[in-house]
Each structure stands twice: as C-alpha cells, then as structure tokens.
C-alpha cells in the first residue's frame, strides 16, 4: 500500500502524505515522495530488469 517516503538523508516514512520535519535534513519541509514498495526499501525503480 502507499506510504509517503523523503528522499533525503533522514529516510523519513509516513503513512500519510506530509513533509520533511528532520531540520538536518536536505530535504527538510518539502514535500515526501508516494512509494508503493512492498519490501520497505523505497527504490522508486523506474524499470526493472
Ligand atoms: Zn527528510
Ligand atoms: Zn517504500
């Protein structure tokens, strides 16, 4: 199912759709990425082999 991921450093996941909230974070206040990974790793591949 879809959770919401950020694609800094921190690895932030939500269930819900939101922002970066780790300061240190590059990605701190934009918005997380929907990924639909079913093993938790959060590869967006875009074509697999
Ligand atoms: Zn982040
Ligand atoms: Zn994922």
Redesign the pocket.
């Known amino acids: 199912m879809t959770h919401y991921v950020?694609l800094?450093?921190?690895g932030?996941v939500s269930e819900h759709p939101g922002i970066?909230t780790?300061e240190p974070?590059s990605?701190?206040g934009k918005p997380l990425e929907p990924c639909e990974c079913q093993d938790a790793e959060h590869k967006q591949q875009e074509d697999e082999e």
Request: some cysteine; charged content about 10%.
């Open positions: 950020c800094g450093e921190c932030g970066c780790a974070c990605h701190h």
